[in-house]
């Protein structure tokens, strides 16, 4: 008999292959049904998330779709067009696509529709519809009209995972180690919509099996200092975005390259490894 261990690891293996085997068939299925002269078909916000959420696109149908989608929230007045599917993965897959910058926009805008709008008429908890109950007109229609809606609230998701950037590591379960990726406001002056500013400071923390986890960063002067608490026994990957001509990182007081932190620049981030402690970065 082969070990439990072993067993399961044969089982992994085969389940791996089948299921990578099974998106690479669907990817093609969904090209075939779905994608004309390297562009979706269907063009609604909902439409490119799910494409682009679920990895069913590459080359130019994914860089296009990409581009539409920032182009199609742009041009609805920086609100988002998204129902039940599309709001729970929203800012979660502009930000895997390089869009935090929008995110953000989204995040913090207060017309109708966004989740400040509905702030803004009282709320307290999340709405099923965002205009559920408005100061001028008062209560909605009482067949549709959840004041404890979950679905909306998946946006708390994306504020913990890439906001304050406490991120589960999908290689170790449990947060023996995992991943701290902030992903700062960069938005010049230009990218913010009419009545924004941009957010100067976050702070977070995460009560994790392993401990108290714990984020923070702000912007002083023209520098983002981080704050890290990771916990006894733990281990983490920060993946920091370097600001333009930025070579070096302070951490606790000395300068380091990310290749003398064991780590390496990728796609403009810093990539390194931390252990358990509590660390100041700039």
């Not at 860089?63 to 007045?77: D, F, S, W």
């Not at 993946?239 to 070579?247: D, F, I, S």
């Amino acid at each position: 008999r082969q070990p439990s261990a072993e067993v399961l690891s044969v089982l992994e293996t085969a389940f791996a292959a089948f299921y990578e085997a099974l998106h690479r068939h669907l990817r093609g299925v969904f090209a075939d049904r779905y994608v004309r002269e390297g562009r979706l078909t269907e063009t609604s916000q909902t439409a490119y998330l799910l494409a682009l959420h679920f990895d069913l696109l590459d080359g130019e149908p994914r860089r296009n779709a990409v581009t539409a989608l920032a182009q199609k929230i742009r041009e609805n007045g920086y609100t988002l067009s998204t129902g039940f599917l599309g709001t729970g993965i929203l800012l979660q897959t502009l930000s895997e696509v390089g869009l935090t910058d929008l995110a953000y926009s989204l995040l913090l805008q207060t017309r109708d529709p966004s989740w400040l709008y509905s702030v803004r008429q009282g709320a307290t908890t999340i709405w099923e519809r965002w205009n559920s109950y408005t100061r001028e007109r008062g209560f909605g229609d009482v067949n549709m009209n959840s004041f404890n809606h979950y679905a909306y609230g998946a946006v708390a998701e994306w504020m913990y995972a890439y906001m304050a950037g406490i991120a589960a590591d999908p290689e170790s379960p449990g947060f023996s180690r995992f991943i701290l990726r902030p992903r700062p406001d960069l938005r010049s002056p230009a990218d913010l919509p009419a009545g924004q500013k941009r957010l100067t400071r976050v702070r977070a923390h995460y009560l994790s099996v392993r401990g108290r986890i714990e984020s923070a960063w702000e912007w002083r002067e023209d520098r983002i200092h981080y704050h890290f608490t990771i916990p006894k026994g733990t281990a983490a990957r920060a993946e920091l975005p370097l600001l333009p001509g930025q070579t070096h990182l302070n951490v606790n007081g000395l300068l380091f390259t990310p290749a003398e932190l064991g780590g390496r620049i990728e796609n403009g981030l810093a990539v390194f490894p931390l252990l358990s402690g509590q660390y100041t970065i700039y």
